[in-house]
């Protein structure tokens, strides 16, 4: 399918407050003033290597690609989003391993891509086993740009859409739950008149129990943090529209120690990130938009 319609796919025989856990050290990192991390990995068993970075152009992105996938590296996480002058902005954390995907699994991951162009490449490496496990997207209408990262993993169902609106997320949210899925991606895009989400669910085989919230206002996204927490969840993913609001999803799956931030600036970010990285730390989950970041780090 085209355009705002987007695309449902089933692979049918092949995914401001913190909560802190005090534990040791991990790793030890350096930051340049460009936003770029590169971490030295201390104990590989507990963190893996990786390279963070945000603020970035689509040429610098495309260059960081080639770098770190000649090093060795695979991406784990990546946003695309549009700043305060209307230019597009990249955002990711790589790794030598991918612990934190769930495995090493074959990747591909592509950039710069339209709503049309962003099907092809799905059509295309769906076909071969793969299925979006990040997905991100950035603008509206046909000015839409997507990013994309895909695992192959054959015999893992999983469903994937884009251009639904917040009600649509949340009935096939219902859905997929029904039929044993989780939401796994999700991003937000389009305008505050015509918001729109670009989302992935998968398989997921502990049946962990998952909720999603949408379209927050910080304030009401800091109270549910308080509520999740409170019960016993995390926050996997977070989203950032064009107009501040946050659609967050959570998941009582207890990894250990984590911290969430949201409502930061890209300085803001860069701070916080070299406040974690020397507790050992390292970002799971980049979004923003319009010069507002939010995170997840883990260890």
């Known amino acids: 399918m085209k355009g705002n319609r987007g695309f449902l796919a089933m692979a049918a025989t092949m995914g401001a407050l913190t909560l802190t856990v005090a534990m040791p050290s991990a790793a030890v990192a350096q930051a340049t003033s460009t936003g770029v991390v590169q971490a030295q990995n201390a104990l590989a068993r507990t963190a893996p290597q990786f390279v963070a970075y945000h603020n970035l152009t689509p040429a610098q992105q495309t260059e960081r690609f080639n770098t770190l996938r000649g090093q060795g590296y695979r991406p784990i996480t990546v946003s695309v989003s549009t700043d305060f002058s209307g230019r597009t902005r990249y955002a990711g954390m790589w790794s030598v391993s991918g612990r934190a995907m769930g495995g090493d699994l074959p990747w591909a991951m592509y950039q710069d891509m339209s709503a049309d162009g962003y099907q092809r490449r799905f059509d295309q490496l ?174």
Request: glycine share 10%; charged share 20%; no cysteine.
């Open 126 to 299: 769906a076909a071969q086993g793969y299925q979006p496990a990040v997905v991100s997207a950035t603008g509206s209408g046909d000015g839409a740009r997507f990013a994309a990262i895909f695992l192959k993993n054959p015999g893992s169902r999983f469903v994937a859409k884009h251009g639904i609106k917040p009600a649509e997320l949340l009935r096939m949210s219902g859905t997929a739950r029904q039929d044993g899925l989780m939401l796994t991606s999700v991003d937000t895009y389009g305008t505050a008149s015509a918001t729109r989400y670009v989302a992935v669910w998968s398989a997921n085989p502990g049946q962990v129990s998952w909720h999603v919230r949408v379209s927050l206002s910080q304030e009401r996204h800091e109270a549910e943090f308080r509520k999740y927490v409170a019960l016993g969840f995390r926050p996997t993913s977070i989203t950032v529209s064009a107009t501040g609001r946050y659609t967050t999803v959570w998941r009582d799956d207890k990894p250990g120690a984590w911290h969430s931030y949201i409502g930061m600036t890209a300085a803001g970010y860069q701070g916080r990130f070299d406040e974690l990285k020397a507790k050992g730390f390292y970002p799971i989950h980049i979004n923003a938009e319009m010069g507002r970041y939010a995170a997840i780090w883990t260890k």
